[in-house]
């Protein structure tokens, strides 16, 4: 017996799991961030969640400590008991209350408070390194247990987050992660295994899917075969674990799991849905929309308070209605985005020479047209990188590449092609500066990326 508590239990494996994970010269200190029921410490009447949350930072471990899961469970529940300490919890209540009441504060405009509120999250997201919260018991009225086969917690993370909460004689503990690798889980709950606790798999990943598809190439969920139940378990192979309804592969260890021939399945077998990849549009709009307002305004501001010799709001303009044109495409076309961009600014960067030389070369397309078209293709390939939650090695590459094209603007400094410099350089150095991003924050990618496209 480790006589700790169910959360301390669950977090020491958390935390050992995650120092056997850590990667790097200098890695950095786990640290957990763990929300505490105020009610157990203060009597209080609130219908108001009344929470705070405690950090617990991990001392680094011995090299015979490492592997011992009793050093980690007294390292958690000493970081459990400092911080529960109630004179530290009131003291840290009391600045926070003090904020929240502070006359200045309250004045300000919702909005501003709310963006304030987004950089204080962004910051404190970086305080830790990630967050275990147990919810605890989930009690139904006796008429409806007999229709409970257990609860799931879920929280909103921007990393990796563990939950649990006990139900119906089970204890779920779920794994909210943004990030396709899940060595992080399969250690954990082998860990789990290994120690003699009966683990049960429910994930939304490698849900069977009818092989022929339909008519966009895409795998049909079929309805379920007669006589199947959809509390069925298949014990994985390698890992030992429970996996629940029809999984093609175990979603730990991606092994084949032994499925009856006539096993069909969909979604409803499954407690949690296959995810799909869902487009923010509206957000895509109104970040569109404000870059077209900015630019045609920064172009009014800089014809009239330079003279400009051509008119640069109408090129403005036409430089809008063909972005919109082409973002549009690229919306209808999202599958394959970054190759469309690509394509797109040495197109457009075609038809600009062409429109030049026909309308009688004024230089335009090199002092302007070239440069802003190359610089808004690295911005347009990473916003929609984004808002369409795009993989890394599905965009990295082209990324590179757009920043590659927006050089070109140094052989119009080189030869003196251009008579006005600056759209030149700014689209020189900002290439510059996304090439050396690309290279120093995702080389790894990009080398396997190459390697895997050009076979090195």
């Known amino acids: 017996a480790h006589q700790a508590t169910l959360t301390v239990y669950i977090s020491a494996i958390y935390a050992k799991v995650l120092w056997e994970m850590r990667r790097g010269d200098k890695p950095r200190p786990i640290i957990l961030s763990i929300p505490v029921n105020l009610r157990s410490i203060f009597q209080s009447r609130t219908e108001r969640n009344f929470f705070t949350v405690m950090y ?46 502070n006359p200045v504060l309250r004045i300000l405009p919702t909005g501003l408070k709310d963006l304030s509120l987004r950089w204080a999250h962004a910051i404190s997201d970086h305080r830790f390194t990630t967050s275990v919260s147990n919810v605890g018991r989930f009690e139904l009225p006796d008429k409806l247990r007999p229709y409970l086969h257990c609860a799931y917690a879920s929280v909103v993370s921007r990393g990796i987050s563990m939950a649990a909460i006990s139900s119906a004689g089970l204890f779920a503990i779920s794994f909210i992660s943004v990030f396709k690798d899940n060595e992080l889980q399969y250690r954990f709950f082998t860990a789990l295994q290994a120690a003699g606790v009966p683990v049960e798999i429910t994930s939304n990943l490698n849900i069977v899917t009818s092989r022929a598809g339909d008519q966009n190439g895409e795998g049909a969920i079929v309805p379920p075969a007669e006589g199947v139940s959809p509390a069925a378990s298949t014990i994985c192979p390698n890992c030992g674990c429970a996996i629940r309804g029809y999984k093609a592969r175990c979603p730990l260890d991606n092994e084949p799991l032994q499925l009856p021939a006539d096993a069909r399945s969909d979604q409803a077998r499954d407690v949690f849905p296959a995810a799909e990849l869902k487009t923010n549009t509206r957000l895509l709009t109104k970040l569109f929309a404000f870059i077209s307002v900015a630019a045609m305004i920064i172009s009014l501001m800089l014809y009239y308070a330079l003279e400009l010799p051509l008119n640069l709001p109408i090129m403005t303009l036409f430089g809008i209605i063909s972005t919109w ?93 251009v008579t006005i410099r600056l759209p030149s350089v700014i689209c020189v150095g900002v290439s510059l500066l996304m090439i050396a991003a690309t290279l120093i924050f995702q080389g790894g990618i990009i080398r396997h990326e190459l390697s895997k496209r050009l076979h090195i």
């Open 56 to 101: 617990i930072t991990l001392p680094e471990p011995a090299a015979e400590e490492a592997g011992d899961l009793n050093w980690w469970i007294r390292q958690v529940s000493d970081g459990f008991k400092a911080a529960l300490n109630p004179e530290k919890v009131a003291a840290d209540s009391s600045g926070k209350l003090k904020l929240e009441a």
């Open 325 to 417: 044109t082409s973002v549009g495409a690229v919306v209808l076309r999202r599958r394959h985005v970054s190759k469309i961009i690509t394509w797109q600014v040495t197109i457009l960067s075609l038809l600009m020479l062409a429109w030049d030389w026909m309308l009688g070369w004024q230089g335009w397309s090199l002092n302007y047209s070239i440069p802003i078209v190359l610089l808004a293709a690295q911005a347009s390939l990473y916003i929609l990188a984004q808002v369409l939650h795009m993989e890394s090695g599905d965009y990295m590459v082209y990324l590179l590449l757009c920043g590659l094209l927006g050089l070109l603007p140094l052989l119009f400094l080189i030869f003196g092609w």
